[in-house]
């Protein structure tokens, strides 16, 4: 899969891309805003690991954010089942070089339209941390809607921390 996005292309992800997944991934910053399932410190066997994965999956739901030929982040789909199996939760994440230029709004606008259409979605979902002011911003920017405040639903780092739930729902 790729798609221009603008600002970047998402792409499928390569097996060249451990290098670069490394290190941008391996960033404390960007550990702290995702899920403990992303490890921490990162290291080339996580990369190595991921690679694999996401080449492995059927149907294929993870992208890399790619700048100039190389993955500077990434993005993906859990597809949900049984009754929300219209639905799915994207993730994502950016590289800290590439903060503030909007190129995760770009790549979630694109995948987005792409998730909705190839596995015929009628919600995606998304979960930030209310601390996480930049991606919560993505995610309006991207056309999701806030649909809830969820109090100390997360566990993180050592403390209860609050999560936002966004939306991007089909009309009709």
Sequence with gaps: ????????????WHLKDVESLVRYANNRKIWLNLRDRFPH??????????????????????FAIDMSGQAV????FELRKDIERYSAEVGYWLGEKFWGQGICTSALKAATEYAMGIYHLNRIFAVPFSENLASIRVLEKAGYTKECFMRRSAFKDGRFVDQVLYTFVVDG
Excluded: F, H
């Design 41 to 62: 410190p990162y290291t080339r066997a996580d990369a190595q690991n991921w690679v694999q994965i996401a080449l492995s999956a059927k149907p294929e739901t993870s």
């Design 73 to 76: 982040g990434s993005i993906g």
């Design 1 to 12: 899969m790729e798609l221009d996005c603008g600002k970047c292309r998402l792409r499928s």
